[in-house]
């Protein structure tokens, strides 16, 4: 029976093609409990090896997957193991100019990320950032006055991140060679841990790079939330990109197993062009595909579609987790944390872009 926090599977009404894995077959074991009690929940959507564009951040394929297998013990939904042997040099070829180009509202994202995080650690002075992208985060640390790097598979967004904003970020895959041995204050997985076969290894190599009192945030679509369960396969978060979908119960898990236990749990909120959002938006609603053609020609709405909204869907996890062996973090004197950030939040909020 499928559990209330999971969505049903959107072949539920085709029984026959729902497999149950045979006990002897390890390669499918579960990535978080290490069950073999799987079932198919979503065929693959494509039949062609994966190429890096399909790995791209503004991917609006939306629904299409590889074969997806769900946990019966924990109701972690996974790949096939087999089809992501060359996922890591799949990322390191992968570029995308949309989401380059996009960079000024993505800033605001990571600067709402940053904030949240300072909250819970006030006197953090170290940053690393796994996944970290065009490095969007690491320049709003720096900002911040943080000693940050980063760590990116990416090529291309590796240069764009050294070019763009000159940040510490090292091309490669986490655990990496330049960085070991170093600790830090707060260690992000910012849309990261979807994106990879071996989550709980990601994590314990997370818990390792912590100091003495630090935090790991984690940011990670909800397969719990109610729009995950609401459209099924058609999803947004569901993409080729992604090959493993969590719900708080099921991070908290794989947490544990890496030594880490959940702090607080929240919401992420996303910033967007309403011009970006309407183009996605129109794969479930076509019709707004008039309008959105209409915008590039009529001055009222072609400004209409340049502002910036706030997106919280409730269906992406912003979870703090800290090491088991570490103690809960004292509350500072609330004069002192009150003081401290407004400070930071004027640091975070000062440059923002002119987006109007």
């Not at 979503?42 to 991917?59: E, Y």
Request: glycine residues 6%; hydrophobic residues 45%.
């Amino acid at each position: 029976m499928l559990t209330p926090e999971t969505p049903e599977s959107p072949n539920a009404t085709r029984s026959s093609e729902r497999a149950s894995l045979p006990p002897s077959s390890s390669a499918l074991a579960c990535w978080v409990c290490g069950s073999v009690d799987v079932a198919l929940w979503k065929p693959r959507s494509i039949q062609r090896p994966l190429v890096p564009d399909d790995l791209a951040v503004t991917d609006s394929r939306y629904g299409e997957t590889l074969t997806l297998w769900r946990c019966r013990a924990c109701a972690f939904i996974f790949a096939d193991a087999d089809e992501l042997a060359q996922l890591t040099e799949l990322y390191a070829q992968l570029s995308d100019s949309v989401y380059q180009e996009t960079q000024d509202t993505r800033a605001l994202q990571m600067r709402r990320i940053l904030h949240r995080a300072l909250a819970a650690r006030p006197h953090a002075r170290t940053v690393l950032d796994i996944g970290a992208g065009a490095g969007t985060l690491l320049a709003e640390a720096g900002r911040a006055g943080l000693e940050a790097v980063g760590v990116e598979p990416s090529r291309a967004f590796v240069r764009h991140a050294r070019t763009a904003h000159a940040v510490h970020i090292e091309q490669g895959t986490f655990p990496h060679p330049a960085l070991a041995g170093r600790t830090f204050d707060l260690v992000f997985l910012v849309d990261v841990i979807e994106h990879v076969r071996e989550p709980i290894e990601l994590l314990r190599a997370a818990a390792d790079a912590l100091a003495s009192g630090g935090a790991l945030v984690v940011i990670t679509p909800d397969m719990a939330s109610y729009f995950a369960r609401r459209l099924r396969g058609r999803w947004w978060h569901f993409r080729l990109a992604h090959v493993g979908y969590f719900s708080g119960r099921s991070l908290a898990r794989a947490a544990r197993s890496a030594g880490l236990v959940v702090e607080r749990q929240g919401r992420a909120k996303w910033y967007f062009r309403i011009d970006y959002l309407a183009k996605r938006l129109a794969v479930y609603l076509p019709p707004l595909a008039a309008i959105n053609r209409a915008a590039r020609r009529l001055r009222l709405l072609r400004w209409l579609y340049d502002r910036v909204v706030t997106v919280d869907l409730h269906d992406s996890l912003f979870v703090v987790l800290r090491r088991a062996d570490d103690q809960a973090p004292a509350d500072a004197p609330a004069k002192v944390a009150a003081a401290y950030h407004a400070v930071i939040a004027a640091i975070l909020t000062g440059g923002i872009p002119a987006l109007d």
